[in-house]
């Protein structure tokens, strides 16, 4: 499994080379951007686009997924909706995430990378009134992904309509295109309070492309917060041995959202690395 982790360089630092040296040190093998030295990634120009793949290939990595904010939009603003993190981008409507599509897939082939990380738009009250809206939007941009040659990546993000395993299966399955599979992100699933394993990750695994590893755990007021792998309520080793033994060949990427007090980004990406080879050692 070392031999396909890597991890999303802002999670580390916000100075990107300074993130691909720490990469390089923990022999991780590639990494995913979304944030690079303040820029969103999908606001690169085409040289911009080059240099931080030179960046990544000059050390020996390769860029493994655009972490992009795609879909992380309302279907229609008129409604209440939950929001979440864009990761510095403005809120904007569905015809212009889809312009932003394309420009996504043209920045992925300048990156050396076929996979583009996604979401399927702001939550509804009732998610399931507009299953027919989300799944036709999204079976339109994974046309576009096909025609491309690239694959799209669907996360479940508690702030979006595919929140959750289940839901996020749901979709895949409806919109029935290899250019669309699941992103399953175990900690996200946790940290909206859901079963992660075995209940989650049963919904997800026969949709799942990616795996993002991330943990979280429920206090007792309710709240969740992330913290290091193997301390939440992610249960990490029978999960890692459930996807091995199901024949899982893809990349998993280090995602922690966990900065310990007094700490920094590195400081908490190398807490949860340094557990997660602790963990690896009884799997």
Request: proline share 4%; aromatic share 8%.
């Amino acid at each position: 499994m070392l031999e396909r982790l890597g991890v999303l360089t802002d999670e580390v630092s916000a100075n990107f080379e300074e993130a691909l040296d720490w990469a390089v040190e923990q022999g991780l093998k590639h990494v995913e951007v979304r944030v690079i030295n303040g820029l969103n990634v999908v606001t690169l120009n085409d040289d911009q686009a080059m240099e931080v793949r030179r960046q990544v290939e000059d050390r020996g990595l390769f860029i493994s997924a655009i972490a992009s904010p795609l879909f992380k939009c309302a279907l229609d603003p008129s409604r209440p909706i939950a929001t979440g993190d864009t990761f510095g981008q403005k809120e904007e409507s569905v015809d212009a995430h889809f312009g932003k599509l394309k420009r996504v897939i043209q920045l992925a082939k300048l990156l050396g990378t076929t996979r583009i990380r996604i979401f399927s738009f702001w939550r509804e009250t009732d998610p399931q009134l507009y299953k027919e809206d989300i799944v036709h939007h999204l079976r339109r941009a994974a046309q576009e992904a096909q025609r491309e040659g690239v694959q799209l990546l669907l996360e479940n993000e508690p702030s979006c309509n595919g929140g959750f395993a289940e839901e996020v299966a749901a979709i895949v399955r409806s919109v029935d295109s290899p250019a669309l599979r699941g992103l399953w992100d175990p900690g996200n699933e946790a940290y909206g309070g859901r079963e992660a394993f075995p209940a989650g990750y049963g919904f997800m695994k026969d949709t799942l492309a990616h795996v993002h590893l991330k943990d979280a755990y429920i206090c007792a007021d309710g709240t969740a917060r992330c913290v290091p792998l193997g301390s939440g309520n992610v249960p990490v080793i029978p999960h890692l041995k459930a996807l091995l033994a199901d024949g899982y060949v893809g990349l998993f990427t280090i995602e922690t959202h966990f900065i310990p007090e007094g700490g920094s980004q590195m400081t908490g990406t190398r807490m949860t690395l340094d557990a997660l080879r602790a963990l690896l050692s009884e799997v």
